[in-house]
């Protein structure tokens, strides 16, 4: 009976924002620094409740988001899988050291809960306004992973995600929410550990003499021991050389950069996350993100009823931006139609990449409310 037991996998009634700790704690997550905002809160308060529970976890709560990035950036940088959490404002505050934690390519996860905007907007009401700072909000041209979650069960997958690509690319990570997915409550079965792919982080193979923390790799990913493990590691937000040396030498500042981007786009196809339903046969087709992709999904269930063949791309990588399944979805379709809560901030995407081939219709709403199956459908079945 009791083997039985061991091999049943538990069951909690979790918010989105719960189910990211839990998502945390199982990719490894050892450290976390933050502050509370709604409606973020509670993925701090309960790492404050679990993280010094667990094996060496260690909490802490700081006077300010810029002191909240500082903290991971520093826990990361001594081996620690490291994350933080905030909402709009927060975020804002994060931009300068995230842009460090790029330069300085150090793995860690940043979970932004969205809300209406800008400034301090409406607290407790639901947005998808953060789309485009999280692509471009640092300064400077660099790459960055941002991802998405429409429910409970993908708000802790989607963590474990985010951890497993920080250490498998060497870089931060944004996890993009919104308020209803966060604060949703659903059942969902915790994965037993070993269940799920849990990525660690590279060490050199190299005697410490000879280790170069930038060096070029096939992969594009420099392997990263912790400081103070007897590696010497020259950390600077200055463009670098491969020993981490400040340079002005084009020819160095040249490779550093291209190398960023080259770690990510020659890994396209295991970054770019999507989820398709029913747009085999589609001649109309929606693409969603968030808690709206969980209305879109009604709504090609009510358009399909009334006889048009509509079908949904759910994007759960946000950037680096899905081209190839947007493009093969506006080729068969006569249009698509992009509903977000803000004035197109991912339909601007969609529209890069597919408006010479097919019409692009947009579902906005920006007064704190969701976007219904119902409106969605109207856009679907209405030429």
Known sequence: MAQKKSKQRKAVFALGNEAV????????????????????????????????????GVFIQMEDEIASMGAIIGASLAGRKAMTATSGPGFSLMQENLGFAC??????VVVNVMRGGPSTGLPTSPAQGDVQQARWGTHGDHPVIVLSASDVRECLEMTITAFNF?????????????????????????????????????YPTVPPEWYKPYEDTMRGVSPMPPIGSGYRHHVTGLTHDVLGFPTQRPDEVKAI?????????????????VEEYMTE????????????????????????????????????????????????????????????????????????VAA???SIRTVNRIDGQIITPTQICKAITQG
């Open 281 to 352: 046969d589609a001649d109309i087709g929606v693409v969603a993100y968030g808690s709206v992709a969980r209305s879109a999904e009604l709504a090609i269930d009510m358009a399909r009823e009334q006889g048009y063949k509509a079908g949904l791309i759910k994007l759960k990588t946000l950037f680096p931006f899905p081209k190839p399944f947007v493009n093969r979805l506006a080729a068969r379709c006569s249009r698509i139609v992009v509903p977000e809560m803000n004035m197109g901030q991912m339909s601007r995407e969609v529209k890069r």
């Open 166 to 202: 920080a250490e498998k690319y060497r870089t931060p990570v944004i996890l993009l929410l919104d308020e209803i997915t966060a604060h949703t409550r659903e059942k969902i079965e915790l994965p037993e550990p070993g269940e799920l792919e849990i990525v660690g982080r590279s």
């Open 21 to 56: 700790v839990e998502g945390a704690l199982l990719a490894g997550c050892s450290f976390y620094a933050g502050y509370p905002i709604t409606p973020s809160s509670e993925i701090m308060e309960v790492m404050a409740a679990r993280l010094p529970r667990s094996e060496d």
């Open 257 to 273: 950069m291209e190398r960023l981007f080259r770690k990510i786009d020659q890994f396209y196809p295991d970054i770019m996350l």
């Open 103 to 108: 330069m300085t390519e150090v793995p860690l």
């Open 356 to 358: 010479r081939t097919t």
